[in-house]
């Protein structure tokens, strides 16, 4: 969203900057307790907007500069450092989601936060308006050769097959892009949901089904799956 940024200082000027999520350790003042009702505090917490004794007047416009701004999801906890201890984060993302009802974008959650996202209808005109991004990162790209292979997948057993733990981003930006999308849940501990890939991700690289992806042996060999992991099938066996 290349105007986020705009957007955010027209409306409060130099009030509130939400450019940073983790206060810096070991700054004078930040983290210290105080009983004048001015430091918030879930804990040690500060929030942002009194930095600096600057004023917070809008928790609301906050909160949704920062999700417009995030190349990420951001989780309630990363929401709630941004604002007093006294706002409500829940309630201000219900009244997000009610204020996004009838546009062309919508809040919505997903595994690993909150996030500002095209609605599902207009996603494939939007795609086509700013196109695909050009460079996908490799973890994008191994995670997406793990979903195909051995879909439907969880996140931990992605993880698994990996070797490593999945950054955050990765599976939204996938869904994104319109090549994999939520699965039905497992009924294992926990109903985890389970990833699919799509029929734009076919078309998006050249094949016709699913029995033309590359097997375990190729995506290996080609470096898309770790081979100092166990075979990927009994892995995914053992989970179940």
Not at 24 to 43: V, Y
Not at 195 to 204: S, Y
Request: net charge negative; aromatic share 4%.
């Amino acid at each position: 969203m290349d105007g986020s940024q705009d957007a955010c200082s027209e409306g409060g000027g130099s009030e509130v900057q939400v450019e940073h999520r983790n206060p810096p350790r070991g700054q004078s003042g930040t983290h210290k307790n105080r009983n004048d009702g001015t430091q918030a505090g879930r804990g040690q917490r500060a929030y942002y907007g009194e930095k600096g004794g600057v004023r917070m007047t809008s928790p609301k416009n906050v909160l949704e500069c920062a999700l417009l701004m995030s190349e990420t999801p951001l989780t309630k906890e990363d929401l709630e450092m941004l604002v007093p201890v006294s706002v409500n984060v829940g309630d201000i993302i219900r009244d997000l989601r009610a204020d996004y009802e009838g546009r062309g974008i919508t809040l919505i959650e997903t595994a690993e936060g909150w996030a500002v996202r095209t609605r599902p209808e207009y996603s494939d005109m939007c795609r086509r308006m700013v196109g695909i991004p050009r460079r996908v990162s490799r973890a994008a790209m191994e995670t997406l050769a793990v979903v195909a292979l051995f879909q439907p997948v969880t996140r931990p057993e992605i993880e698994r097959v990996r070797g490593v733990s999945l950054a955050r981003g990765t599976l939204d930006l996938l869904i994104m892009l319109g090549w994999v999308r939520p699965g039905p849940r497992r009924s294992s501990q926990g109903n985890p949901m389970t990833f699919l890939t799509t029929n734009d991700f076919l078309t998006n690289f050249g094949m016709k089904s699913l029995h033309e992806f590359p097997g375990i042996a190729d995506m290996r060999e080609s470096g898309l799956l770790n081979a100092e992991v166990e075979d990927p099938t009994k892995v995914l066996e053992q989970e179940n």
